[in-house]
C-alpha cells in the first residue's frame, strides 16, 4: 500500500481502480479516500493476476529505469528523501534486485519501515482524536435527548390541560346556548298562541256583529250573547297577559360580562383593603341601573398565573359563579421584572362573540380600553358598551369612564374584607 500512494498521485490511484474494477455502491471511486483505494489495489494485486498486471505495468511506467538515477540517490542521505522517491527506488531495487548491493535494499526497507511505522501512528493519532470527539459529540446529543425528552413531557401535560379545557368551555357553552335556544323556542310559542287568539277573537266578533243583528229578544238569544261576551273578556285578558310576558321577555336584554382580574385586584387592594367578591359584582352589573330587565348570558374573567400559589381552588369558586376561567403565565423580562397582559384577549373575545350580547360590561379601570369601546359603539352600536371600576385615581381611567354608555361604581359592596 505504501508503495501505491508514494509513487501515484491521488488521480492515477482513483484510474486505476476504476480500470480494475472496484465499485463502491453510491459513490465514484474519485470520492473514496486513496488510502482506501490504495488498500483495495493491495488486495486486488496480490489476489488477481490481471490486476496485478495493471499495477506492474504503471508502476514501472512511473518508476522508469531511466529516470531514476539510482547511484546518485544512493549518494544522499536516504532518510532526507520525500515518500515518493522512497517508493520510486524501492520499486526499482524490487524490480532489478540481482543487480543492487544487499546493503542499499536493507536501508531503503529500513527507512520504508520507519515511514511506514509513522504512517500507523499517525493514523492511530487520528483515529484517537476522532473516537474522542465521537465521545463528545455522543454525550452533547444525550444531553440534548434528555432535554428534548424533558421538553415533549411538559408539553404532552400542558396539552392535556388545554384539552380538558376546551372540553369544559365547550360544555358550558353547550349549556349557554340550550338556554337561549330554550328562550327563543317559548319566545315562538307564545307569538303563536298570540295570532292563535286574535284569530279567534277576530272570529267570536264577526259571530258577535252577526249575532247582534239578528239577535231575537228570546232569553236564550240573550243567553248565549252575553256568554259570548263574557268569553271575549275572557280571551282578551289572556292576550293582553300573552302579549305583555312577550313583551318582557322580547326586551330581556342578554348582558355578556369580561372581567379584568388583575387591574380589579389590586384596585380593591389598595382602595379598600380587601378583596373582589365575584358574586356581588356580577349581581350588580346584571341588574344595571333597573331601567330595564336584564339576564346573563355570558361571563369571563382573565387571571394571571401566580406559580407561587395553587390558585386550583380559586377557579372552582369562579366556575361555579358561572364564569369561564382563563389564565395567562407571568413573562418575565430581561430586567427581572414580570408581566402578563391580558388586553389582547379580552377583546378578542368580545369581538368573537358581540352577536350574543345586548350589553357588554367590562369590568377594569385599564385606559388601553378606550378604543375598544369606540370601536364597538361605532361598528355595534345596537349593543351598549359599560364599564365596572373602582373610584381609583391610578387605576381607574377618566376617558375609560367618559366613553362608556354606563358606569358601574364599584365600591364595599363588593368588597370581602381580609383578616
Known amino acids: 500500500m505504501f508503495l501505491i500512494t508514494s509513487c501515484l498521485t491521488p488521480q492515477e490511484i482513483s484510474s486505476l481502480s476504476k480500470k480494475i474494477g472496484l465499485s463502491y455502491d453510491g459513490y465514484r471511486a474519485g470520492s473514496i479516500p486513496c488510502e482506501v483505494l490504495a488498500t483495495d489495489l493491495t488486495q486486488e494485486f496480490y489476489s ?27 549518494e544522499r542521505k536516504l532518510s532526507s528523501l520525500p515518500d515518493e522517491e522512497v517508493g520510486w527506488l524501492l520499486w526499482v531495487l524490487f524490480a532489478k534486485s540481482e543487480e543492487q548491493p544487499e546493503e542499499s535494499i536493507d536501508s531503503i526497507l529500513d527507512i520504508f519501515q520507519e515511514r511506514l511505522l509513522e504512517s500507523h501512528l499517525r493514523v492511530a493519532g487520528e483515529e484517537k482524536e ?3 470527539n465521537t465521545l463528545e459529540e455522543a454525550e452533547r446529543l444525550k444531553r440534548v435527548m434528555k432535554e ?3 421538553r415533549q413531557e411538559k408539553f404532552k401535560h400542558l396539552k392535556e390541560r388545554l384539552e380538558k379545557k376546551i372540553e369544559e368551555l365547550l360544555r358550558k357553552l353547550s349549556q349557554k346556548d340550550s338556554s337561549l335556544k330554550g328562550l327563543s323556542f317559548r319566545c315562538e310559542n307564545l307569538e303563536k298562541e298570540n295570532w292563535q287568539l286574535k284569530s279567534e277573537l277576530a272570529s267570536i266578533k264577526e259571530k258577535m256583529g252577526n249575532i247582534e243583528k239578528v239577535r231575537e229578544k228570546s232569553e236564550k238569544d ?3 250573547v252575553e256568554l259570548l261576551k263574557e268569553r271575549i273578556r275572557s280571551l282578551e285578558k289572556e292576550l293582553a297577559l300573552k302579549e305583555e310576558k312577550l313583551k318582557n321577555i322580547r326586551n330581556l336584554k342578554r348582558v355578556g360580562v ?4 388583575q387591574n380589579l385586584y389590586y384596585a380593591a387592594k389598595e382602595e379598600f383593603n380587601g378583596k373582589l367578591d365575584y358574586r356581588a359584582l356580577l349581581d350588580k352589573v346584571v341588574k344595571g341601573s333597573g331601567k330595564e330587565d336584564r339576564f346573563l348570558a355570558s361571563a369571563y374573567t382573565y387571571v394571571v398565573e401566580n406559580p407561587e400559589k395553587d390558585q386550583t381552588r380559586f377557579k372552582e369558586v369562579l366556575e361555579n359563579l358561572g364564569f369561564q376561567v382563563k389564565f ?21 373575545d368580545i369581538l368573537q362573540n358581540i352577536s350574543r350580547f345586548d350589553v357588554v360590561v367590562i369590568a377594569s379601570g ?3 380600553f378606550v378604543d375598544l369601546i369606540k370601536y364597538l359603539k361605532r361598528q355595534h352600536d345596537e349593543v351598549k358598551v359599560e364599564v365596572a ?13 367618559k366613553e362608556a354608555d354606563y358606569f358601574h361604581e364599584l365600591g364595599q359592596e363588593v368588597i370581602i374584607k381580609e383578616d
Do not use: H
Open 258 to 261: 369580561f372581567v379584568d382580574s
Open 148 to 150: 428534548m425528552e424533558r
Open 222 to 224: 240573550i243567553q248565549d
Open 366 to 368: 385599564d385606559g388601553d
Open 130 to 132: 476522532s473516537y474522542a
Open 328 to 348: 395567562r403565565e407571568l413573562i418575565e423580562r430581561s430586567d427581572g421584572s414580570r408581566k402578563a397582559n391580558w388586553d389582547l384577549g379580552l377583546t378578542i
Open 389 to 401: 371600576a373602582f373610584p381609583s385615581k391610578q387605576r381607574t381611567s377618566q376617558r375609560l369612564i
Open 48 to 74: 488477481d493476476f490481471d490486476s496485478a498486471k495493471l499495477v506492474v505495468d504503471l508502476m514501472d511506467v512511473k518508476c522508469n529505469f531511466e529516470e531514476v538515477i539510482f547511484d546518485a540517490d544512493m
